[in-house]
């Protein structure tokens, strides 16, 4: 999606794909992955997810990126810390204890600035990426941090009855974008409770993924 669309969605704060407590996919199966203690966890398109703070809770240092600033600051914000802000190119870098979050776009970032990360965890940045952002994301982030295990979160219904985001990523895409680099299980499949926005049905699962 276009940037301009993302911001208007913070700026309106119709974000109903923002979760008020930890993610229980990730707490059920962050341990598939079998991370060491302070090992450094990625999380793309993080917006103010809580998912940050309970991975920062855990031991694990947190680098997140996210498009809105806004979201961002309300982040830290809403955990009552005042972070660190300085420039960083094209970026804004908040950082306070293990949370590190550059706010700007995903595609400036570079591998330097994530070297050592051991983790991506994403619930909410593949489901928003459009067909035709997909492949470079995929690119983006595998470049970014080539050794990283991964858990990822999709959601699987039938696209022509809602345009997205959240987009429709059924297995066939995830082994599709994934396959050639990655050993890929699916690790749960379950219903969405009451369907996507309360009316289209749909089912949610979590993949784990390890580099080759």
């Known amino acids: 999606m276009e940037a301009d669309f993302w911001h208007a969605r913070w700026d309106a704060m119709e974000i109903g794909f ?37 991975l920062a809770a855990q031991g694990f240092e947190v680098v997140g990126v996210e498009l809105s600033a806004k979201a961002v600051g309300q982040f830290f914000e809403e955990m009552d810390v005042a972070p660190e802000i300085a420039g960083h190119g094209s970026l804004t870098r908040f950082s306070a204890g293990s949370i590190t979050i550059y706010a700007g ?3 400036a970032l570079d591998g330097a600035t994530l070297s050592g990360v051991d983790a ?24 970014l941090t080539p050794a990283a295990k991964r858990l990822l979160i999709t959601f699987a219904y039938d696209q022509s009855q809602m345009e997205g985001p959240p987009f429709s990523i059924n297995t066939a895409e995830v082994e599709r974008l994934f396959a050639g680099d990655y050993d890929l299980t699916c690790l749960e499949e379950r219903d969405v409770e009451g369907g996507l926005k309360g009316r289209i049905p749909a089912t949610e699962a979590a993949w784990r993924m390890i580099p080759r």
Do not use: T
């Open 120 to 143: 991506v965890y994403d619930r909410a940045s593949l489901v928003a990426m459009p067909a035709s952002m997909r492949d470079n994301y995929a690119h983006q982030v595998r470049a």
């Open 105 to 107: 776009d995903l595609f």
């Open 18 to 54: 923002h979760e008020g407590e930890a993610n229980d996919l990730l707490v059920r199966h962050l341990p598939s992955l079998d991370l060491a203690e302070g090992a450094r966890i990625f999380v793309p398109l993080c917006g103010k997810a809580h998912d940050m703070a309970w």
